[in-house]
Structure formats: C-alpha cells, structure tokens
C-alpha cells in the first residue's frame, strides 16, 4: 500500500495567516491526490482533486501543488471558517490511502 | 443536488455482520459516471477506504478487508450497501458512503456518516 505522510500533524495560526499543508507519498503518484476539509461531527469536503484542481464552489484561497511524492496545500489568508482537519488521499492505486490529517487550530 | 444518506443499526454485537445501506438521490448509480463508495473513521483517526462498487456490480475491496466484505446495488431502489462479517471491537467507526469518480476516483459528494459500535 502506498503510505501517505502529511505534516504538520497539528498547526496553530491566526486569522489572514498563509497556511501550508504537506503531504508525502511513499511513491510516485503523479497527480491523484486529492485534499479534504472535515470539520467535528461533520463529513470530509472535497476541496483540491488532481493535485491542483479546485472543487466548484471551494474559495479561490485554497491552493493545491505539487507531483510525483511531494504535495501541498495552501490556504492564502485563513478564515475563521476553516479551523478544521485537513486530509490527503492518494488514488494513484489501489487501495487508496489517505494521511492522517492535519489538524488546524485558532492561535 | 446530490444527496448519500446512510441507514443501518448503530449497535452490532461481536462476530456479527455489520450491515449499511446508502440511499442516493440527485444522481442515478446505474448511470456509469460514477462508483459508489464506502469511508470508515475510526474515533479520532484517520480515514479507511472499505471498498466502491460500479454499476456493472464490479466491486473493488481494501485487501485487508477483503475476505469480511461486500458491497452491493440496489438500483431499483438506488441504493448500494456495505455488509461487513464478524466484526470486532476495531471495527467501530463512523462508516461513510460517497460518491466518487471514474478519472481520479476523488469523492465529491459524501452522507453524513453514521457511528456503529461493536459491544457485547
């Protein structure tokens, strides 16, 4: 299985900050990676497919990078709406695998 | 606008079979845009793929559960379903259905999740 490792496993920042979320393949993935949003009690949110490709509907201030191993996303001027875990899935092959989140905190 | 709602006992005894369905509206699963997949969370973790179905019937399943799943369709009634045999304690998670693509197989759309507890 391809093992996905994303850091930091916790930040905290304040509101209009720029985030940075990394996440590693244990080998090449191209670009089936994809990135969710989950917040407590709630379902995961698509908001980056394809390493780079917005989800309609997903505010212009998140960003996603990267091929091959190395990925991120970013988030240009943080929110109070997005203090949330962040997830990284690879679907490269199978069975997909996802990271163990990163959780984003108020500072 | 599509809409996954999972239903299913909340409560299953060990070495039973934990059994979900995943009711859809807005999309048809026998369209062939799509697979239907299944999303575990175990309590404070991670997220795990179960497995996805297509609507030829063709289901795909992690290894590790394999040999204890099952994924079907009910197109008549455009659902699809999870059954999960002899279940332990380390199978309590809240189980997802979602939707996902055939290029990508990124899930767009996902219910709400429901918790099922393995307990004596």
């Known amino acids: 299985d391809i093992q996905m490792t994303q850091s930091p496993s916790s930040l905290s920042a304040s509101v209009g900050d720029r985030v940075t979320i990394t996440c590693r393949a244990s080998q090449s993935i191209s670009t089936y990676l994809n990135w969710y949003q989950q917040k407590p009690g709630k379902a995961p949110k698509l908001l980056i497919y394809?390493?780079?490709s917005l989800q309609s509907g997903v505010p212009s201030r998140f960003s996603g990078s990267g091929s091959g191993t190395d990925f991120t996303l970013t988030i240009s001027s943080l929110q109070p709406e997005d203090f949330a875990t962040y997830h990284c899935?690879?679907?490269?092959?199978?069975?997909?695998?996802f990271g163990r989140g990163t959780k984003v905190e108020i500072k | 606008q599509v809409q996954l709602q999972e239903s299913g006992p909340g409560l299953v005894k060990p070495s039973q079979t934990l059994s979900l369905t995943c009711t859809v509206s807005?999309?048809?699963?026998?369209?062939?845009?799509?697979?239907w997949s299944w999303i575990r969370q175990h309590p404070g973790r991670g997220l795990e793929w179960i497995g996805y179905?297509?609507?030829?019937?063709?289901?795909y399943y992690d290894p590790s559960l394999e040999s204890r799943v099952a994924i079907s369709l009910d197109t008549s009634k455009n659902q699809f379903s999870l059954k999960l045999t002899s279940v332990t304690a380390a199978d309590t998670a809240v189980y997802y259905c979602?939707?996902?693509?055939?290029?990508?197989?990124?899930?767009?759309?996902w219910g709400q999740g429901t918790l099922v507890t393995v307990s004596s």
């Open positions: 899935q690879q679907t490269y092959s199978s069975p997909q695998t």
């Open positions: 394809a390493a780079s």
């Open positions: 807005g999309d048809s699963i026998s369209s062939g845009a799509y697979y």
């Open positions: 179905i297509y609507y030829s019937g063709t289901a």
């Open positions: 979602a939707r996902s693509g055939t290029r990508g197989y990124y899930n767009d759309y």
